[in-house]
């Protein structure tokens, strides 16, 4: 909906494909914790869990999520202007670099995963993904490839009036 002129922000969502170098497949759930445990340790962010599973970080007003195919999302915070949603993206990227580093990663920004195949692709252990898998595919044929298969990015604007919007 409308906002009003003083509370219009722009967010930024990314989602990174991530690789075993010496394989070029995906990392699985457990790849994914130790990156988790690395950006905690090293860049303070704070673990969200599920059952006994490290599912998200937050930090300040960002998130960390996993995609159901161990794609990492960065969620940014609403910020009030496209420079600081640049600086917040470079910084994310370069955690998540480092973290790369550390652990023999490559990381990928393409919108599709050009290696894997959708039977070979890592499962991530969120409730809310099983139900998913269940369901999605009785409406689209190729539900569980976007699902698994895709990673992208997303920019969210607030306007002030149905004109600024358009």
């Given amino acids: 909906g409308c906002k009003k002129e003083n509370q219009i922000n722009i967010g930024v969502e ?9 394989t070029n497949k995906r990392i ?39 995609e159901p195919g161990n794609q990492i999302e960065l969620s940014g915070a609403r910020l009030n202007s496209v420079h600081l949603a640049c600086d917040e993206s470079y ?42 898998n269940k369901e999605m595919p009785k409406n689209g044929k190729l539900s569980l490839e976007m699902m698994y298969q895709t990673s992208g990015t997303q920019i969210n604007l607030d306007y002030i009036s149905e004109k600024d919007f358009i």
């Fill in 91 to 132: 910084k994310f990227l370069g955690e998540l670099k480092m973290a790369c580093k550390h652990l023999n990663l490559a990381m990928m920004s393409v919108s599709y995963d050009p290696i894997s195949r959708l039977k070979d692709t890592p499962k991530t252990p969120k409730q809310r993904y099983e139900i998913m």
């Fill in 28 to 66: 699985n759930f457990q790849t994914v914790s130790k990156i988790f445990h690395f950006l905690i340790t090293e860049f303070g962010w704070k673990s969200i869990k599920e059952d006994n599973n490290i599912i998200a970080l937050s930090r300040d007003d960002q998130s960390i999520t996993i």
């Fill in 14 to 22: 990314h989602e990174k494909f991530l690789f075993e170098k010496k």
